[in-house]
């Protein structure tokens, strides 16, 4: 059945208008990512796989420095634009960082500690290219 259709004029679907949030959130991190130049950003969606999240994001920085540096601003991004406290993993030694966002979660990592872990393979179901070895 619609039930979409039959609803009163204006409202809004709970799933469709939280799936517009996610999308949103989703958006707003890609993008950030590349203004901060991230590098290797992958997207491995995960609706319907996994109840922990909407989609994974995997990105890679090109120092423990730079790595931080995302970090903090891609947190500070978050809640400033979608009204949201992340919880961030990592940050002082910034090899590998986590932030939890509730619907995206995001890996950041050094490209060695990247290959090492290589959550693409893990996580990607066959949807996601395998990541470049590192030299």
Not at 45 to 56: E, Q, T, V, W, Y
Not at 79 to 99: C, Y
């Amino acid at each position: 059945m619609a039930a979409s259709k039959d609803a009163a004029p204006g409202a809004a679907s709970p799933s469709k208008s939280s799936d517009s949030s996610v999308d949103a959130l989703h958006a707003l991190i890609l993008h950030q990512l590349d203004e901060d130049q991230a590098q290797e950003t992958i997207s491995i969606p995960l609706a319907g796989k996994s109840s922990i999240a909407d989609h994974m994001v995997i990105a890679s920085g090109r120092s423990t420095r730079h790595v931080s540096a995302i970090a903090d601003k891609l947190a500070q991004r978050i809640k400033q634009e979608a009204g949201r406290t992340v919880r961030v993993e990592g940050l002082p030694n910034a090899d590998w960082v986590l932030i939890d966002a509730g619907d995206v979660i995001v890996h950041l990592f050094r490209p060695e500690v990247r290959s090492f872990y290589n959550l693409e393979r893990m996580w990607s179901f066959g949807d996601a290219p395998p990541v470049a070895a590192v030299n």
